[in-house]
C-alpha cells in the first residue's frame, strides 16, 4: 500500500473512485453528487489538498481537504470527501490515509481540520464531535452531531468566533 498526494493526470480514476464508492454505499444519485463534487474540485479549485492510497498502481482511496477560512487568521482545512473502495474497507486503509495527509497538512502549517460525517470512523483518527458554539460551520447542518473537528498543533481544540467560509465546490447545501 502507498499513500501520496494525487497526480493530476489521475484525476477520471480519482472521480470514478468517488462514483464507485459512493454509489455503492449511498446509491447511484449520491454516487453521481460526489462524483461532481470531486470533480469541481480538481477542475476549479486550487485551494485543496487531494491524497490517495494505491495497490499495485490502482487507487483505491482517496482523501479531499479543502480551506476553510474564518474572520480570523487561522489556517484550516475540512476533510470532504473521503471515500475507499468497498473491496477494501474495513482494513483501516482509510485510517491510515487520513493520518498520512494529517502529517502532510501539518508540515504545511495546517493548525485545525474539521470534517462532517461518521463519527464512529472519524473518530479513530483523532476527530471529536464539536458544537457550533465551538467552530460554525459555513452551512446549516442536517445531522449536527457529524460535525467533528481536531487541532493539529495542540491537545486542545480551541473555539473560534465568527463565520467559517468554504470553498466554492462545498458551498451548496446539499452537501450539509
Known amino acids: 500500500m502507498k499513500y501520496s498526494e494525487y497526480d493530476p493526470n489521475k484525476r477520471e480514476e480519482i472521480n470514478q473512485l468517488f462514483i464507485k464508492t459512493f454509489t455503492d454505499s449511498e446509491g447511484e444519485s449520491e454516487g453521481l453528487i460526489i462524483g461532481e463534487l470531486t470533480n469541481n474540485f ?4 486550487d485551494d485543496y489538498y487531494c491524497f490517495v492510497a494505491t495497490d499495485n498502481n490502482t487507487i483505491i482511496g482517496s482523501v479531499f481537504f479543502s480551506s476553510l477560512t474564518f474572520e480570523r487568521s487561522i489556517k484550516a482545512y475540512i476533510l470532504s470527501p473521503m471515500a475507499t473502495l468497498t473491496e477494501y474497507q474495513g ?3 482509510g485510517q491510515k490515509l487520513i ?39 459555513p452551512l446549516k447542518l ?14 486542545k481544540l480551541e473555539p473560534i468566533a465568527g463565520m467559517s467560509y468554504c470553498v466554492e465546490a462545498l458551498n451548496k447545501p446539499d452537501l450539509w
Open 142 to 155: 442536517s445531522y449536527p452531531e457529524g460535525w467533528l473537528g481536531q487541532s493539529l498543533v495542540s491537545e
Open 99 to 137: 493520518n498520512y495527509a494529517h502529517n502532510i497538512l501539518k508540515e504545511n502549517g495546517v493548525e485545525l481540520v474539521v470534517t462532517y460525517g461518521d463519527i464512529n470512523f472519524y473518530s479513530k483518527t483523532g476527530y471529536k464531535q464539536i458544537s457550533e458554539e465551538v467552530i460554525k460551520a
Open 42 to 45: 480538481m477542475l476549479s479549485s
Open 91 to 93: 482494513k483501516g486503509i
